[in-house]
């Protein structure tokens, strides 16, 4: 597929109304890194950075991960690389924790929860990060962010690493960005102040859209039963970029239909200016971006909106059907 896109690997993902969207790709482990450079993306979006602690029977030492993240910027060379911590709980079970019987683990003890109810392991991480970066900018995102406090905690326990490892005489990152992901309805409908505080905002669509259909990801018999252009969830995205916008916070969308091509041309289309995806969707997301006008996209969505359908993809594919 990406020698497919190897004419269009090394453009940008420009409208034929103008717009850039930028594109960049998720990642987990080391081994995904060498598709930064044949996908074409401008960095990783998401790298998730627990499936390094699935597969380790003993918790990692600070210089292992320090070191394994070293790797990933040195394999990066100098592209942004955005570093979530740990999203873990009763479902990603890693192999040292005590498994918790919860009846709802997607709304359980995970993620950032965990990370703030027991700081040892994500301060442990947050070092690991910094003295990682050596000096380079670091850019970390705390996941599944659900009132204001929670990131601001989060982004106090980072910013106190940061003084401590200056007290002990380390290089600093050249500079610090901390972003929030927004998986929650919850979050969108935060103060000001979590927009304000955020330096970026990730959609981290797969979770939110489960939790705003109430429809269970893992779940065959309901994951696919609502859409993601159900008009619903398109125009309470298309509020969030609003609010990011407001405040002036950069904001990209991470979930996995930011790779599927029609998708991320409607999120374009209503104001998402960064996507992130897998490595292999970069190519067809960006021939999509290339042929299309944001304006035209969006003229069919609102005509859609309007006319009282539940979903906009039957008149965007009726459009680009008799546009293509
Ligand atoms: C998401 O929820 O959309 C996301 C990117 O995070 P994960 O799939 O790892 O939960
Ligand atoms: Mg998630």
């Not at 004419?7 to 598709?35: E, F, Q, W, Y």
């Not at 918790?59 to 100098?78: F, H, I, K, Q, T």
């Amino acid at each position: 597929a990406q020698r497919r896109y190897a004419s269009i690997r090394n453009k940008p993902a420009k409208t034929t109304c103008g717009h850039v969207v930028g594109l960049h790709m998720n990642a987990g482990l080391m081994a995904d890194l060498p598709s930064l450079e044949g996908s074409g993306a401008e960095g990783v979006g998401l790298f998730r950075t627990e499936l390094q602690f699935l597969t380790r029977s003993k918790v990692p030492r600070r210089s292992e991960l320090a070191a394994l993240y070293a790797r990933v910027m040195d394999a990066a060379n100098g592209k942004r690389v955005v570093f979530r911590t740990l999203d873990i709980g009763s479902d990603k079970v890693v192999p040292f924790m005590k498994p918790t019987e919860e009846p709802n683990p997607a709304m359980g003890w995970r993620a950032i929860r965990v990370g703030l109810d027991r700081p040892g392991m994500l301060r442990m991480q947050l070092q690991a990060l910094i003295r990682a970066a050596d000096g380079r900018p670091l850019t970390v995102m705390f996941p599944f962010i659900a009132q204001l406090d929670e990131f601001r905690l989060a982004r106090d326990h980072l910013l106190r690493e940061l003084e401590r490892e200056e007290r002990l005489g380390r290089v600093l990152p050249s500079k610090v960005d901390i972003g929030a992901m927004l998986e929650t309805p919850s979050i969108a409908f935060a103060p000001r102040q979590f927009f304000e505080m955020a330096d970026f905002i990730s959609i981290g669509g797969n979770d939110l859209k489960q939790f705003f259909f109430a429809a269970d990801r893992e779940n065959e018999r309901v994951r696919r039963r609502y859409d993601t252009l159900n008009v619903s969830f398109l125009t309470f995205l298309e509020q969030i970029v609003e609010r990011c916008t407001d405040t002036g916070t950069p904001l990209s969308y991470c979930g996995e239909d930011a790779g599927r091509p029609v998708e991320a041309l409607c999120f374009a289309a209503i104001g998402l200016k960064a996507l992130s995806m897998r490595p292999a969707s970069i190519g067809p997301v960006k021939h999509m971006l290339r042929k299309s006008s944001l304006a035209e996209a969006r003229a069919v969505i609102d005509a859609a909106r309007a006319s009282g359908a539940q979903s906009v993809r039957p008149a965007v594919m009726d459009w680009l059907r008799r546009r293509d």
